[in-house]
């Protein structure tokens, strides 16, 4: 018998993966796309249109139509009649209907939409497979079982739609931002004029396709392409009844106040600054898995990514050893790749701002640590970062950064903990990770934020609403209060 080698286990970090592209032969990107108005796509009357490249290799995949002030009119103006003529007026369980068929073709194509998803905007296609597209699909699921029990969900309130509903989305979640913007404002008798990101436009473009498919009556979606003055166009149109709007918080705090003393109602979906807060009795394996997918997962292109992490000084040092070993293992690159953890920055614009960050860091003297993995050498990257000893006054403590950086403190006391994570502007999302049930009650009823995960992190649901305090924003969206602010309620 041949000696076998001596098995080793110590941890290696040399093997790597053999390649597993996921395949593009399924998918049909168009050269051109018009803007999708009324149940058609029309040539946009500014007669101008932009690319949408592939953040991982820098190429052109389309062209997209950027429009202008009357192609915002025109899409406003079908969104009102069809409003007004058919979508209120059709009864409610039809209403219903047409949104299951929406969540229906999106799961049967959803491979296309995923591998559309991950093309246009970095991120893994394990992640645009398994979290974006499914849970898009289900919350279209979700609120067409909402469309005609509203007068249950609101006894007494005498629910109405509002009218015409102005949407606008970011880049990080593309279609979900999407489902999640037109899935409630459907059931409630709504229509809508969606803008996506200037970026990230062609799951909204598929989205559009297949609304035609599903037959849904002209001008009850309309989906139109272009950037911030596109964006401001539909925010500012009087005929627009309500804005929904997700992204940075600046422009948050320019629509409000563009808005202000007119009738519009309006739900903000801004910024965020999670904390991340490790007591020294917490199982540290499954807390430091929790840390690296709160603040890599979609390279930390999240707003409740946990940037914040606060470690409970007694078990800071093998915290951090084992945080730094398992952030060695993460594979970054080809977003095609299955094997991929960490995908491309979305644009060159928010490389740009992770590496001032990365910069103002280490200038305002946190140390900083990055892996040894090799980046690709054309498109947008970044290493996974942490910065060790960081203090509260420091802008990569205080600044949403919106890339793979993690900013480490630590903490005594839990008052201390709970002092130092509610240290911020923000208050979107949070975590806490012990092993004491009532330690989970007390801390997580003291820390101001919207969503806060025990033991886990990033968990979505389309019944659990979602939504933040303070400059992270104004409303809720998902389960049952989603469906409030698309509502006269008498
Ligand atoms: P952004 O807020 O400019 O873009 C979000 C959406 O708003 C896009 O569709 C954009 O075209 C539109 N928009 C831009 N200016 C507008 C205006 N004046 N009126 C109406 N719509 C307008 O965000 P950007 O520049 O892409 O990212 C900047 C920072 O914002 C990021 O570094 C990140 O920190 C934060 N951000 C937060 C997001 C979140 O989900 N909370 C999402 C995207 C960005
Ligand atoms: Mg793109």
């Known amino acids: 018998m041949a000696k076998s080698k001596k098995p080793t286990l110590e941890f290696d970090t040399d093997w790597t993966y053999d390649p597993a592209p996921e395949s593009t032969d399924h998918v049909t990107i168009n050269e051109r796309y018009k803007l999708f108005i009324n149940g058609r796509f029309v040539a946009p009357k500014s007669r101008t249109y932009f690319d949408t490249i592939n953040p991982a290799t820098g190429k052109k995949l389309a062209e997209v139509a950027a429009a202008g002030e009357a192609d915002v009119n025109a899409a406003v103006r079908a969104a009102r009649k069809a409003a007004d003529t058919i979508w209120s007026k059709m009864p409610a369980r039809e209403r219903g209907k047409y949104i299951y068929r929406i969540a229906r073709l999106l799961q049967e194509r959803a491979r296309e939409f995923a591998v559309i998803e991950t093309l246009d905007g970095g991120k893994p296609i394990r992640e645009s497979r398994d979290i974006d597209i499914p849970l898009a699909a289900n919350h279209f699921f979700y609120y067409a079982g909402w469309a005609d029990k509203l007068a249950y969900a609101f006894p007494g309130k005498n629910p109405s739609p509002i009218g015409v509903v102005g949407q606008i989305i970011p880049w990080n979640f593309p279609l979900l931002m ?286 659990s609403p979602f939504g933040g305090y303070k400059e992270s924003g104004v409303g809720r969206e998902g389960g049952l209060h989603g469906l409030a602010p698309y509502l006269n309620l008498g």
């Not at 539909?234 to 705090?253: E, I, M, N, W, Y």
């Not at 600044?399 to 923000?426: H, S």
């Open 178 to 463: 999407a489902a999640w913007k037109i899935a409630p404002a459907l059931a409630t008798g709504n229509t809508v004029v969606l803008k996506p990101a200037e970026t990230t436009p062609l799951t909204a473009l598929k989205l559009a396709e297949l609304i035609q498919e599903a037959d849904l009556p002209p001008g009850v979606v309309n989906i139109i392409t272009g950037a911030g003055a596109t964006g401001a166009a539909l925010v500012q149109h009087p005929d627009v009844d309500k804005v929904a709007f997700t992204g940075s918080t600046s422009v948050g705090k320019m629509i409000q106040q563009s808005i202000a003393g007119t009738r519009k109602k309006y739900t903000l979906e801004l910024g965020g600054k999670a904390a991340n807060i490790i007591f020294e009795d917490a199982t540290i394996d499954q807390a430091v898995e929790g840390i690296i997918n709160g603040i890599f997962f979609n390279q930390g292109h999240v707003c409740c990514a946990g940037s914040r992490l606060f470690v409970q000084e007694s078990v800071y040092p093998q915290v951090i050893r084992r945080l730094k070993d398992r952030m060695e293992t993460l594979i970054v690159g080809d977003p095609m790749d299955k094997n991929t953890d960490i995908g491309a920055i979305n644009s060159k614009e928010q490389l740009d701002t992770i590496k001032k960050y990365l910069r103002i860091g280490q200038k305002e003297g946190a140390d900083m640590y990055q892996t040894s993995c090799s980046l690709p050498r054309k498109g947008y990257w970044c290493r996974p970062t942490l910065f060790l000893n960081a203090s509260q006054s420091h802008r990569i403590v205080q600044e949403e950064i919106f890339g793979p950086v993690l900013a480490v403190q630590t903490f005594r006391t839990p008052e201390e903990g709970i002092a130092k994570a509610n240290n911020t502007p923000y208050g979107l999302s949070g975590g806490v990770w012990t092993d004491k049930g009532s330690k989970i009650f007390k801390i997580t009823s003291q820390i101001r934020a919207g969503v806060i995960w025990a033991n886990t992190y990033n968990k979505f649901d389309p019944s």
